[in-house]
Structure formats: structure tokens, C-alpha cells
T-cell receptor, first 112, second 112 residues
């Protein structure tokens, strides 16, 4: 158990809908990262938050947004969903930006 | 810019044989390098990491990796494969305070 908790584990929704994925980092970790894993693209970095502030942005679509709350949990919001958004979404956390990241079990999103 | 390349999307070895998974990196600054393992329907688990100091790093489950700056490589090895080693392995790197960048992954199959 990495200590990073993601909910829900599975999500099935229709095209055009909006969903929210939740992540609770390890106790004491200030950085939260979101990654998307798909068969064709591999593991793609989406966005990083550090202590409530956006720290880095990767290949995140404009339809996607994220935030980190004062209690350090994070949410990834995906809107106007398309079939191609079906993927595993991972959250990871670390104490400082220059150490390893610990991953949650992921949320499997299926858009139908 | 940091990039990580894993050579071979699929490696198959016999039980008891040497495991060698290849990873090369490119970085404009000294990198931090990591190997993660992903079992089916699970998150990523850290196997080992290189930050500074000793270039041969030992990880969990008998794996080790050697950082070779002259070859820009960080190959993962295990002297004797076990059936339980069958999984997807990801090499990842970061330069300084940047987010982790992952290779495409190598699926390891172990044949009895």
C-alpha cells in the first residue's frame, strides 16, 4: 500500500459528461501529480500541484482541470468527455519535488 | 529536456534466467532515475531509484540497476527470474524539480 488513495476505482460514463476523480496523497506529502495511462500514449504527465499551487503542466487538455485543496487532497475534473478519454488515471504524491513519487491504484475511466 | 527510452516493448525470459530491461535517458542536467513495476490492474510500485552517489543501486525483489553516465543508460537486471516477476516495468526520470517522465514500458513475461 503506497498510502495514496484514489476514488473511485472504476467509472463508466457517457460521452459529453463530466466526472471528478479524487486523490488523497500520502500523509505529509505536499506535491500531487496526475498522470493518464493509455495503451497508445503510455504514461502521460498531466499536471502537478504543490501545497495548493499549480507547479507544472503537461499534456493536459483544456477540457480537463485540477485543483489541490487546503487539506492537500486533489481533484481532477474531466468534462465534455470523449471516447478517447477512456484510460487509467493515476495520482502520485511526493514530499518534495525532487524525490520519488508514490502512486495510487488508479481510476479506470470508461467513456461509452 | 528530459526523455526516457525503453528498448523493447516485450521481453520474454525463462524462469531462472537473467532479466535485463534496457533504459536510456537524455537530460541536460544530472538526472534522477527510477524503475517502477506495474502488476495487472494495479498502480505503479517503486523498485529502485538513483539520485546521487553509488551508481549501482539495489531495489526490492532482487532487482538492481546501474547508472552509466557515459552510456546514458540505467538498465534493470535480476540474476534469476521468477514467475512472480511477470509484469510491466517502467523506467522514469526527472531532472531537478521537474515531474517524472516515463518510458513506454516493457512487458516482462517469464516462461516456466
Amino acid at each position: 500500500d503506497s498510502g495514496v488513495t484514489q476514488t473511485p476505482k472504476h467509472l463508466i460514463t457517457a460521452t459529453g459528461q463530466r466526472v471528478t476523480l479524487r486523490c488523497s496523497p500520502r500523509s505529509g506529502d505536499l506535491s500531487v501529480y496526475w498522470y493518464q495511462q493509455s495503451l497508445d500514449q503510455g504514461l502521460q504527465f498531466l499536471i502537478q500541484y504543490y501545497n495548493g499551487e499549480e507547479r507544472a503542466k503537461g499534456n493536459i487538455l483544456e477540457r480537463f482541470s485540477a485543483q489541490q485543496f487546503p487539506d492537500l487532497h486533489s481533484e481532477l475534473n474531466l468534462s465534455s468527455l470523449e471516447l478517447g478519454d477512456s484510460a487509467l488515471y493515476f495520482c502520485a504524491s511526493s514530499y518534495q519535488g525532487d524525490t520519488e513519487a508514490f502512486f495510487g491504484q488508479g481510476t479506470r475511466l470508461t467513456v461509452v | 529536456a528530459q526523455s526516457v527510452t525503453q528498448l523493447g516493448s516485450h521481453v520474454s525470459v525463462s524462469e531462472g534466467a537473467l532479466v535485463l530491461l534496457r533504459c536510456n535517458y537524455s537530460s541536460s542536467v544530472p538526472p534522477y532515475l527510477f524503475w517502477y513495476v506495474q502488476y495487472p490492474n494495479q498502480g505503479l510500485q517503486l523498485l529502485l531509484k538513483y539520485t546521487t552517489g553509488a551508481t549501482l543501486v539495489k531495489g526490492i525483489n532482487g532487482f538492481e540497476a546501474e547508472f552509466k553516465k557515459s552510456e546514458t543508460s540505467f538498465h534493470l537486471t535480476k540474476p534469476s527470474a521468477h514467475m512472480s516477476d511477470a509484469a510491466e516495468y517502467f523506467c522514469a526520470g526527472r531532472a531537478g524539480n521537474t515531474p517524472l517522465v516515463f518510458g513506454k514500458g516493457t512487458r516482462l513475461s517469464v516462461i516456466a
